[in-house]
């Protein structure tokens, strides 16, 4: 029999709580919602382009009617809940429609503040919550001409903004002499008023209203120091209020909110809250972010799947203020503790200000150009020590050279064919549709959907702009800790700890430690648990193929049309007439269409059927070559020059030492691809400035260069240090190697893994910390032990052939 789960407030936080539910149990309950307005449930946070005309209702709609009856959900609509019955488990409506209820969710939301000022109960004076205040303001906007916005914040900026757009002659009147002083410092206020006057806003700030004038209607306000304006309308932004008074008249506990738990239980275990009435660890949220994080660990305990918990948001706010790009998060004040780095260009309408404490950011504030405020927040989230990139921190990830960065206001001109996303093919396009038409609110949702920003990441502050673009309003960041996915809560640092520290030493082993909501994972969690005890305990641990990749279980990388690439491994770029007409033979042997030298210097073999894989592999094994490892997160290659040997400018023997490095760490998998290179002299032909790991020759030895990265987001090395021998070179390589696959985010690569972390902790790690560096080579080779057998080899025997035997229909 099915419990009943009532929801008393249809808005936002209440039905994604519902959503959330529905995916994980959707017969567990029946479930009836009260909505206290006559509408299914709507974006809230985009009533503003409603009032501008620029979206209608239906625009907006997040779940209308026929949804709660494809669900099997009772709505009562326009029926707003005055009592919970603790005792009986009942609620009771304004008209006497009764519930009874087995759990209880209270969704109440919040309340405009009002001034308590005279006149405030005058016809005209509103504010600005719900979709019945924008139906009053626009039948305001046909009969007057005179509005009054009290309230410089965003909401009372959007409301402005909208009746500007209805024709209205609009004075904002805020009691700061800074606007958004929430989001905002002084300059960058500063610059945002400058801004909206140009468009013909007006402004009265600091003013303090005394007095709504008028008589039936207003007619103007009066301020305390004696100036009257004139007003037809009086629009109430100055906040909003948790909306509690139902729960507080239950006798449920309540404080600035109504007070719950980490699983958003009220003092009554029968009864959850979500969403803006709700106070969890003495704070208050109103952001969407938070809302949803609330709903899905709500709806986590409502499921009685008991692994979530609610631990706080720590958000950032990415707005779009009619029009002009705002980003803030942290504390941007700062005080005596603290330094501020600041980017002012005032005619170009850009502000940065970045606010450091202990060489960490604590607070950051960014007008006009808000394109790299994801990567700040990150930096703040993570307490990243910005030491080493000081230098070039104001100027954002652009010092990466990546591609994915700009200006935003050229996102918002992006036409939709206009690719986003390199590693998987989104265009912007695709992004905004997916956002509209599935209702996403979260970079999560927008990962899961489209797939953007999924893979490298380098495109993720394109996409969180295009979503804050669409989404308009408050839309905010994710919370510090990001579950691996939603089969746990715990993280990708957690998971990495839990395996080192309690030796779980097999994924049934992690999935019970940590409580996993499924019994064998998803495609998110399984590849990286695989890894993490693949990593951690390589003698102890077999490889799990089902939980890999497509191109790492076939060990070949798949082409657009099915067919596979094989690139054989040419050590150190280095090879022979007879290696050469070898793969010659092998390519007609076996009719391959396309033989093509690659970037990293060896031979790809193009148009290749999965089923005669083991056949090329195995004539290629036969002539001594093994596998190059270009489909894997794994060694791909070791590029060098000729170096020495041969070149008139070489310092070192860097074909050699390039060779000895390949057959030393080659087979070894990593959190992500890895790629080495040796050049044999400063003029770096080899490219080894934007590899993994880099080696320059110099006259006296070697310079090491670690983090770079060619491809979609281009990042120079940062210098390691400087040694004097191969040995050395060799030991520092396996050091830095092993710290990453230790201690890096599965596919997280080099360069975004030593921005989070700091070159200083990776130069304290290998560099300054011998004992530590010489047990990280020793790590290393032990589980080179298990992994330098070749793939290839193993599959032309006869292993693993269910994957390359294809499947046959009988007919009849």
């Known amino acids: ?6 929801v008393i407030g249809n808005g936002m936080a209440g ?30 946070i985009m009533l503003s382009p409603v009032l501008a005309s620029e979206k209608t209702i239906d625009d907006i709609m997040l779940n209308d009617e026929q949804w709660y009856v494809d669900n099997g959900i009772k709505l009562y609509k326009g029926k707003n809940v005055t009592e919970i019955d603790r005792v009986a488990r009942k609620v009771r409506a304004e008209d006497g429609t009764e519930a009874d209820y087995d759990r209880l969710i209270i969704a109440t939301g919040s309340n405009p503040f009002m001034l308590p000022v005279p006149g405030a109960d005058l016809e005209g004076v509103i504010g600005f919550r719900d979709i019945y205040d924008v139906d009053r303001m626009l039948d305001a906007a046909k009969q007057y001409k005179h509005a009054v916005v009290i309230g410089g914040g965003l909401l009372g900026l959007e409301a402005a903004n909208g009746l500007m757009k209805q024709g209205m002659d609009v004075t904002v009147v805020h009691l700061m002499d800074t606007l958004m002083e929430r989001q905002l410092d002084a300059p960058a206020g500063k610059l945002l008023k400058k801004s909206l006057e140009e468009r013909g806003m007006k402004f009265m700030m600091p003013a303090q209203t005394e007095q709504i004038i008028g008589e ?14 004139d007003a037809d309308l009086v629009v109430m932004a100055v906040g909003i209020r948790p909306n509690f008074s139902l729960a507080e008249s239950a006798g449920l506990h309540c404080e600035r909110g109504l007070v719950v738990n980490d699983t958003l239980q009220t003092f009554d275990p029968r009864i959850y809250a979500v969403g803006e009435c709700v106070q969890h660890r003495g704070m208050t949220y109103g952001l969407v972010a938070p809302l949803f994080e609330m709903a899905k660990v709500c709806a986590n305990h409502l499921a009685e799947h008991g692994i979530a918990r609610y631990e706080g948001s720590v958000t950032s706010t990415m707005l779009k203020v009619t029009g002009i790009d705002l980003f803030s998060a942290g504390d941007f004040h700062g005080d005596e503790s603290t330094e501020d780095m600041v980017f002012q260009d005032a005619a170009s309408g850009v502000y940065k200000k970045l606010v450091i404490k ?16 994801t990567w700040y927040f990150q930096l703040l989230r993570d307490g990243t020590d910005i030491s080493d990139i000081r230098e070039n921190l104001l100027f954002g990830q652009a010092h990466l050279g990546d591609s994915g960065h700009g200006d935003d206001n050229r996102v918002a001109a992006m036409p939709d064919s206009a690719e986003i996303c390199g590693c998987n093919g989104v265009c912007k396009g695709d992004i905004v549709n997916a956002i509209v038409e599935k209702k996403l609110f979260t970079l999560d949702d927008v990962r899961a959907h489209t797939k953007a920003s999924s893979s490298c990441g380098s495109c993720t502050g394109l996409v969180e702009t295009i979503l804050a673009e669409t989404v308009g309003g408050d839309y905010s960041q994710a919370p510090k800790k990001k579950p691996v996915c939603g089969c746990t809560e715990h993280s990708h640092d957690e998971l990495i700890a839990a395996i080192k520290e309690q030796g779980l030493k ?5 999935y019970e430690a940590l409580n996993w909501q499924t019994d064998d994972g998803c495609h998110v969690c399984r590849p990286a648990v695989n890894y993490y005890l693949l990593a951690n305990w390589p003698a102890e641990y077999k490889d799990d193929a089902a939980s890999r990749f497509i191109n790492e279980r076939v060990h070949a990388n798949i082409q657009k049309d099915g067919t596979y690439s094989v690139v054989p491994r040419i050590w150190g770029g280095v090879t022979s007439p007879t290696e050469l007409m070898k793969i010659a033979e092998v390519a007609e042997k076996h009719e391959i269409p396309t033989v093509k030298f690659t970037g990293g210097s060896r031979i790809d073999l193009l148009g290749v059927p999965k089923e005669k894989l083991p056949a090329v592999w195995g004539d290629l094994s036969e002539a001594g070559f093994v596998s190059g490892g270009a489909y894997g997160k794994s060694l791909r290659t070791v590029k060098t020059c000729v170096g020495s040997e041969w070149c008139r400018f070489g310092t070192q023997a860097s074909m050699s030492m390039g060779i000895k490095l390949e057959k030393y760490t080659w087979g070894s998998w990593m959190p992500h691809k890895f790629k080495l290179a040796v050049s044999g002299c400063p003029r770096n032909c080899a490219e080894a400035t934007i590899k993994d790991f880099g080696v320059v020759c110099v006259d006296s030895g070697y310079e090491l260069h670690v983090g770079g990265n060619g491809g979609i987001k281009v990042r120079a090395t940062d210098f390691l240090c400087k040694v004097d021998t191969e040995e050395e070179v060799i030991e520092y390589c396996a050091a830095f190697t092993q710290l990453y696959r230790e201690e890096a985010r599965y596919l997280e690569r080099t360069a975004p893994w030593i921005e989070r972390v700091g070159l200083t902790y990776v130069k304290e790690k290998v560099v300054e910390d011998a004992e530590n560096r010489k047990a990280l080579q020793q790590r290393f080779e032990e589980s080179q032990k298990y992994v330098q057998i070749d793939p290839w080899k193993e599959r032309a025997e006869g292993a693993e052939s269910h ?7 009988n007919a009849g």
Do not use: C, H, W
């Open 1 to 6: 029999m099915q419990e009943r789960l009532v």
């Open 15 to 44: 039905m994604r709580t519902v959503e959330e539910l529905l995916k994980l149990e959707p017969e567990k309950y029946e479930i009836t919602v009260f909505g206290s307005e006559p509408y299914g449930n709507y974006n809230r």
């Open 216 to 229: 039936d209607r207003v007619t103007g306000l009066k301020f305390t120091d004696g100036t009257v304006i």
């Open 358 to 373: 202990d060489n960490k950011i604590i607070g950051a504030v960014l007008y006009g150009d808000t394109i790299d405020g």
């Open 506 to 510: 097999s994924k049934q082993a992690v």
């Open 803 to 809: 994957e390359f035997t294809p499947l046959t229909v």
